[in-house]
T-cell receptor, first 112, second 109 residues
Framework: NAGVMQNPRHLVRRRGQEARLRCSPMKGHSHVYWYRQLPEEGLKFMVY????????ESGMPKERFSAEFPKEGPSILRIQQVVRGDSAAYFC??????????FGAGTRLSVL | DAKTTQPPSMDCAEGRAANLPCNHSTISGNEYVYWYRQIHSQGPQYIIHGLKNNETNEMASLIITEDRKSSTLILPHATLRDTAVYYC??????????FGTGTSLTVIP
């Protein structure tokens, strides 16, 4: 059973471009979570989704950030018009229900 | 969700038991305590979780005090590969984990 798959592992964008991060949950998992980790800090919750629904987006910045988990395909975290402060590691986790979260290896976003 | 407090860093000799404390004095009756670790910059790895009773699995043991205000994660025979940041998390929903700054454990040869 493959783990949570995130791609790309590393993403470089120039200021003003869009960043699109993908997350494929573990087989049988219908709950997806996104976290952001700035250098030397702990993970910060961003958003929790189930298939086609955003359940909790209390950690999402109000502008430029959006997330989706369509009926088919991976979950997508989209950052529009990236700025240098968006440089971070973005982790996705999945769970079969609201309990143990299994994390992917993360996407390292660098904004030039 | 319960606020947790952990020491910022600890050392442990290789082969010895590593005991990592966590204070969660504000935890409520239906909140679980989860432990994760993050090795270098990898994704967090689930270790163990519990509600009231002590728990043990192939990785570690979790000892929760009777009043549930604190817990201890025990790695029975620490190896160099256990060097990581360990996070204690209290949550009643299982959907929004608050990771805090954790304890940086260094296993010394």
């Amino acid at each position: 059973n493959a783990g949570v798959m995130q791609n790309p592992r590393h993403l470089v964008r120039r200021r003003g471009q869009e960043a699109r991060l993908r997350c494929s949950p573990m087989k049988g998992h219908s709950h997806v979570y996104w976290y952001r980790q700035l250098p030397e800090e702990g993970l910060k919750f961003m958003v929790y989704l189930q298939k086609e629904n955003i359940i909790d987006e209390s950690g999402m910045p109000k502008e430029r950030f959006s997330a989706e988990f369509p009926k088919e395909g991976p979950s997508i975290l989209r950052i529009q018009q990236v700025v240098r402060g968006d440089s971070a590691a973005y982790f996705c986790a999945s769970s079969p229900q609201e309990n143990i979260q299994y994390f992917g290896a993360g996407t390292r976003l660098s904004v030039l | 969700d319960a606020k947790t407090t952990q020491p910022p860093s600890m050392d442990c000799a290789e082969g010895r038991a590593a005991n990592l404390p966590c204070n969660h004095s504000t935890i409520s009756g239906n909140e679980y305590v989860y432990w994760y670790r993050q090795i270098h910059s990898q994704g967090p790895q689930y270790i163990i979780h519990g509600l009231k009773n002590n728990e043990t699995n192939e990785m570690a043991s979790l000892i929760i005090t009777e009043d549930r205000k604190s817990s201890t994660l025990i790695l029975p025979h620490a190896t160099l590969r256990d060097t990581a940041v360990y996070y204690c998390i209290g949550t009643n929903t299982g959907n929004q984990f608050y990771f805090g700054t954790g304890t940086s454990l260094t296993v010394i040869p």
